[in-house]
């Protein structure tokens, strides 16, 4: 390493000088070191199914297919290579883990995906498509016949799946979707039909070219009687490929990413399917025509059906940490081999993250990062309980996937332009994950209603538990400017605390206030939709700091924990930096704020020295990234 590093240095300056000093050494110079053992704090990280691991990282760097990127290549092309890519990773997949495994031991699943190596995310996309949503309705929402039919087939590649829920006209509010499964007592079947343009399924990953099978959401009637949305399991493609009678699908073309995945449009026109394919866990038609739930009203047993689908979120965060630690592993490797400018020396250029604004750009990516991903590991613990919080899980879930893949986009985005026009180049791959995690913003919920049900939570909660009222913290607190006060973790999770217990109140006496003047309940709700979503806010970022400080705590070696304490600090403050609440309401003074402003950049600068081995630690071996987060120069030899 020391050599490899020595070698850049010296190759950077035949590059970038015209001075006659090639042999001399920058005294500044800021070597690319390991701080401290970066594979232990992988294995504190990443503590389940080693074995499995294990054998998935020595997998990853042998298997030629799954490492053909698919840059530059036609739709078509990328289709191809993309699919051929899924069933390949299938097979892989199903030699460690079955689908009953994200029910009885999701850890697997979580291990697949934050392992996951290679450079087309569009292959993820098909399999979380076709394994954790086709599959995963089978599993959580089938009887126990249904899972014995289909979910063999489902590993094995004879049903290619895909998930038929959103439509033209309906997405988020899942209840309102328009298509139609009637039940006919006659015949024993279920009749499908999109009744309406707007019907239409639509964006239906896998569906276009490849998918043989679908879950259709549907809104079931039963002699006369419409009992809300249910799941059913419908071939859409015969063996030779042709489309089932009462099937039309069309393909949704070009997108601005995921262009390897082929998503369609479809509509139904009497598409009968047998009485035994609606999946019915939560409720079913009988053989005498009679419809049986164990949950009533609909609305409760709507939302344990969409509950029973929950994981799906939780693969969302961990996939955007995942693509965030691949963008910041690669910038912040380029930022120390990469030179700018002059600096007190005329004879030598300054190294990117020598520069406080470089360091600023980056840095608390870092912090987000790694305070997501702890986060991340206790909703998975939740997830692997016998006796499941299922309020907590879903809760958890929603606001870990809208923070985490905002998250990821602004991460992605400041990777990208501190890597210049590196970063523009798909074989860095950080442009690249930028366009291709833009629909993670989508993906399992819009971020912004599911930060509304996050604050519906609370306020519901706090009518049983109201919270303490905001008191500012005293005139002596707030004169406290020195760093050790600032950065101290009483401060940091008072801070947090203070303003969700204040938004929660604030929010209820905006919404009484509404009805108060006349408004009703939905109308006085959307009309204070931005303060409840910076109550959801404010509930999850105070939630990632309860879990981030004692994984930073109980870690074992003094020197790396004092590395993740000096991330957990620069996490809170750059929130703190960052709204207005805490200068509005006094919680912190003019003073404290400029006091704050200057402790981030030194924060940041402090973790320099530490940023190679915590980002080494996510996981992402740099010399199988992007040219630039190794020996740049010599791989642009001619």
């Known amino acids: 390493m020391e050599s490899t590093i020595r070698r850049i240095q010296i190759n950077a300056q035949h590059l970038l000088s015209n001075n006659d000093c090639l042999s001399e050494i920058d005294p500044q110079y800021i070597e690319i070191k390991q701080s401290f053992d970066a594979n232990s704090l992988n294995k504190y990280l990443f503590p389940y199914e080693p074995e499995l691991k294990e054998s998935l990282s020595t997998f990853w760097k042998n298997e030629k297919i799954l490492l053909q990127p698919s840059f ?29 495994d994200l029910e009885r031991n999701p850890k697997k699943l979580a291990v697949f995906t934050q392992g996951y190596r290679f450079q087309n995310p569009s292959v993820t996309t098909l399999m979380g498509v076709h394994f954790s949503l086709f599959g995963a309705s089978i599993v959580f929402l089938g009887s126990e016949e249904q899972r014995q039919k289909y979910i063999e087939k489902v590993e094995k590649l ?78 859409i493609r015969n063996d030779d490929g042709s489309l089932v009678k009462g099937v039309d699908i069309r393909d949704c073309g070009v997108k601005m990413a995921l262009n390897g995945v082929d998503n369609g449009r479809i ?81 030598f250029e300054k190294q990117l993250i020598s520069y406080s604004s470089h360091r600023k750009r980056l840095i608390p990516h870092l912090a987000n990062t790694y305070a997501t991903h ?8 939740l997830l692997c309980e016998k006796e499941k919080k299922e309020k907590e899980i879903h809760i958890l879930a929603s606001a870990l996937k809208a923070y985490s893949s905002w998250s990821t986009r602004d991460c992605l985005q400041e990777c990208r332009e501190a890597c210049g026009g590196q970063g523009f180049l798909s074989e860095n791959l950080i442009g690249n994950f930028k366009s291709e995690t833009e629909i993670y913003t989508t993906f399992e919920g819009d971020n912004i209603l599911l930060y509304q049900q996050v604050a519906k939570f609370m306020l519901s909660e706090s009518r049983k538990n109201p ?10 607190q707030k004169q406290k400017t020195d760093r050790n006060y600032i950065r101290s973790f009483d401060f940091l999770s008072a801070a947090l605390n203070s303003r969700l217990n204040q938004t929660i109140q604030y ?128 791989s642009n030899k001619f």
């Open 507 to 634: 929010v209820t006496e905006k919404l009484s206030d509404s009805v108060s003047e006349g408004s009703a309940i939905m109308d006085a709700w959307n009309d204070n939709g931005t303060y409840i979503v910076r109550l959801g806010v404010a509930y999850t970022e105070k939630t990632i700091l309860d879990k981030f400080i004692p994984a930073v705590n109980n870690y074992p070696d003094e020197n790396t924990r004092n590395a993740l304490k000096l991330l957990v600090s620069l996490y809170v403050l750059n929130i703190i930096d960052r709204d207005n609440w805490f200068l509005k309401y006094q919680f912190i003074s003019p003073q404290q704020s400029e006091s704050i402003s200057i402790q981030i950049l030194e924060l940041c600068k402090e973790i320099v020295p530490y940023s190679i081995s915590l980002t080494d630690a996510l996981g992402f071996d740099h010399e199988r990234l992007g040219p630039i987060a190794g020996d740049w120069i010599s």
């Open 267 to 347: 509509m139904f026109k009497d598409l009968h399917i047998p009485r035994d394919q609606l999946l019915n866990r939560f409720g079913g038609v009988n053989k005498a025509g009679i419809y049986t739930s164990p949950i009533n009203p609909a609305n409760k047993r709507f939302a344990n059906t969409i509950g029973a689908l929950v994981l799906g979120r939780y693969i969302v965060s961990i996939g955007s940490v995942a693509f965030s630690s691949v963008g910041l592993t690669t910038a912040i490797r380029y930022s120390f081999s990469r030179k700018q400018f002059q600096g007190s020396d005329p004879k």
């Open 158 to 235: 004879e049903i290619v799946g895909c998930f038929s829920l959103t439509e033209l006209g309906h997405g988020s509010n899942v209840q309102s979707i328009e298509t139609i499964a009637e039940y006919d007592h006659d015949k024993e079947e279920f009749i499908i039909n999109s009744p309406t343009i707007t019907s239409q399924k639509y964006f239906i990953g896998g569906s276009a070219k490849n998918a043989t099978h679908t879950i259709i959401m549907a809104q079931l009637k039963v002699s006369g009687k419409m009992e809300g949305v249910h799941a059913f399991v419908a071939r």
């Open 467 to 476: 919270p303490a009222d905001y008191q500012q913290p005293s005139n002596e």
């Open 72 to 100: 530059g290549l036609s739709l078509e092309q990328d289709r191809e290579l993309s699919f051929n890519q899924f069933k390949r990773l299938m097979e892989l997949a199903t030699t460690h883990f079955g689908l009953i």
């Open 374 to 381: 702890f986060s991340n590991n206790y909703l998975l613990d």
